[in-house]
């Protein structure tokens, strides 16, 4: 079962435009909601993270947007460039047991910005 | 910065075989994990490891087993490959901690023919 459930799954903007990538999720026992990205030939990279007990954090460009309620976040690119195609997850973090912690992948959403 | 090797960018199996694949990472960390990658699903946790000779079962270990003799090595093991198992596999570390982020390598695609 899809515990974190992301959409699109593509996304095709202008340059400059501003995608809106949506992920959802069930499992309270989530306390970290990081985004990763992923280029072409490359594993995924840390992109930003967000806390449950913020509503927004910004770096640059991308914005984590959270509403802890509504068990849902979403991830915003302002002024989008041609250089930021690529495949973006969303990921929720648990504990495992101990300090092991397990993370838990939305299925992708693939941005192509157009120039 | 952090390497995470995975030692083969493409492999070629053929069903009932024994797989091997091996990732080799540089910085001392704890965790070690496998997911793997398909077009819709995203990347499903099959093991992870949280230290030397520990394993852990992840969402989809069904076929797969590892192993992890030493901290900077985590092998996953394909006993009878079967096609189902052609995918891009790709290898994370860690250190412990709430906010400690997944280092992936580049992955390794295995087709199973």
């Known amino acids: 079962q899809q515990q974190v459930k992301q959409s699109p799954q593509s996304l095709i903007v202008q340059k400059g435009g501003i995608p809106i990538i949506n992920c959802a999720y069930e499992?309270?026992?989530?306390?970290?909601f990081p985004w990763y990205q992923q280029f072409p030939g490359k594993g995924p990279a840390l992109l930003i993270a967000?806390?449950?007990?913020?509503s927004e954090k910004k770096e640059g460009r991308f914005t984590i947007s959270f509403n802890k309620s509504a068990k849902q976040f979403s991830l915003h690119i302002m002024d989008s460039q041609p250089g930021d195609s690529a495949t973006y997850f969303c990921?929720?973090?648990?504990?495992?047991?101990?300090?092991?912690?397990?993370?838990?992948f939305g299925s992708g959403t693939q941005l192509t910005v157009l120039p | 910065d952090v390497k995470v090797t995975q030692s083969s960018r493409y492999l070629v199996k053929r069903t009932g075989e024994k797989v091997f694949l091996e990732c080799v990472q540089d910085m001392d960390h704890e965790n070690m994990f496998w997911y793997r990658q398909d077009p819709g699903l995203g990347l499903r946790l099959i093991y992870f490891s949280y230290d030397v000779k520990m394993k852990e079962k992840g969402d989809i270990p069904e076929g797969y087993s590892v192993s992890r003799e030493k901290k900077e090595r985590f092998s996953l093991i394909l006993e009878s490959a079967s096609t189902n198992q052609t995918s891009m596999y790709l290898c994370a570390s860690s250190v412990r901690g709430y906010n400690s982020p997944l280092h992936f390598g580049n992955g390794t695609r295995l087709t199973v023919t």
């Open positions: 990921a929720a973090s648990s504990l495992f047991s101990g300090s092991a912690r397990q993370l838990t």
């Open positions: 499992n309270t026992a989530f306390d970290y």
């Open positions: 967000i806390r449950p007990d913020v």
